[in-house]
């Protein structure tokens, strides 16, 4: 029994592991490109408050877009890639 237990842990920490590293990009990237470009309009709370508007991936996708068209910043897909898995990781989690 104590073996199964085990083994269902083990999985379990695989998928969840495997899931982190299937959103592509460099996190510590995305952290100086945060740093950089976002918190001139924003700080971190904007991701933290419990109204927020962003609510999947997409949403944060579109909405870096808009933020970077507002500020008038033009990110390549690496970095768009870098900032997504950042502030994912970070504050989001989304799957």
């Not at 085990?6 to 999985?11: G, P, S």
């Not at 700080?43 to 933290?48: A, K």
């Not at 990110?75 to 950042?86: A, I, N, S």
Request: hydrophobic share 40%; net charge positive; proline share 1%.
């Amino acid at each position: 029994m104590k073996k199964n237990r085990a083994l269902v842990f083990i999985l379990m920490s695989f998928s969840v592991s495997a899931h982190g590293a299937a959103l592509p990009g460099d996190a510590a990237v995305g952290k100086k490109l945060h740093d950089a470009n976002c918190t001139a309009c924003h700080t971190d709370s904007v991701y933290q408050r419990k109204d927020r508007q962003v609510a999947n991936l997409d949403m944060l996708k579109n909405q870096m877009k808009a933020c970077g068209h507002a500020m008038n910043i033009t990110l390549g897909k690496k970095q768009m890639d870098d900032l997504v898995k950042y502030l994912n990781d970070t504050y989001y989690k989304f799957k």
